[in-house]
């Protein structure tokens, strides 16, 4: 267990801070999804909460460490983080994407 843990931690210190702020883009939107499909009462695998709050939470960590290097003070930090997220493009997460691709398969497969 320790180690798949550090074994993330060097996958995650590896990537850029852009890749980061991707992936927590698209975490984040997969957190959504789940949620939705909780309210929904669909089905889903509750684990998926702990793993993907964690990975972020992992992520935000490396994050902030490497501002700490840069010398960026918490405020400032906080301020380049309102900067980040009004930036952020809203696009849907890539299980929703999935799942958009295969109805259109299904669909296809249908017509012909």
Known sequence: ??????????EIRVMSTEQINEELVDLKGELFMLRLQKSAR?????????????????????????????????????KFDRQWKKSIVVRPPPSLKKLQEEEAAAEAEKSA
């Open 1 to 10: 267990m320790m180690a798949k843990r550090e074994e993330e931690m060097k």
């Open 42 to 78: 669909n089905e889903f695998k509750s684990s998926e909460f702990r793993r993907m709050r964690k990975r972020i939470a992992r992520m935000l960590t490396v994050k902030r460490e490497r501002e700490i290097d840069e010398g960026i003070n918490k405020r400032l930090s906080r």
